[in-house]
């Protein structure tokens, strides 16, 4: 499956932005979607995950309350809606493909080319 993010920019610290992630190739509704960041001179990090129906879902502890995963499989792709934006969001957010309930990204087998969101403070 080929992975496409988009929607990355500059925001005010308080504000919100919605990434997406447009899938193609393979059949998307059978993947678990995941989001990762990277920071500058920091390790990649699991953001969010959500299963193939779009039930259930799973946050890292800093964006929960924050940060909402969400998917629509007749339009094959995912999105991360992300409110009360903190300086210390700023990074590179991927997009992932797993066929596997997971948080660690070494178990995801597809990947996006990320997604640049810059919070001003």
């Known amino acids: 499956v080929q992975l496409q993010a988009s929607g990355g920019g500059l925001v005010q610290a308080g504000g919100s932005l919605r990434i997406s992630c447009a899938a193609s190739g393979h059949t998307f509704s059978i993947y678990m979607m995941g989001w990762f960041r990277q920071a500058p001179g920091k390790e990649r990090e699991f953001v969010a995950t959500?299963?193939?129906?779009?039930?259930?879902?799973v946050y890292r502890d800093s964006v929960k309350g924050r940060f909402t995963i969400s998917r629509d499989n007749a339009k094959n792709t995912v999105y991360l809606q992300m409110n009360s934006l903190k300086s210390e969001d700023t990074a590179v957010y991927y997009c992932?493909?797993?066929?596997?309930?997971?948080?660690?990204?070494?178990?995801?087998?597809?990947w996006g080319q990320g997604t640049l969101v810059t919070v001003s403070s």
């Open positions: 992932a493909a797993t066929t596997i309930w997971t948080q660690s990204p070494r178990l995801y087998n597809y």
């Open positions: 959500i299963n193939p129906s779009g039930t259930s879902t």
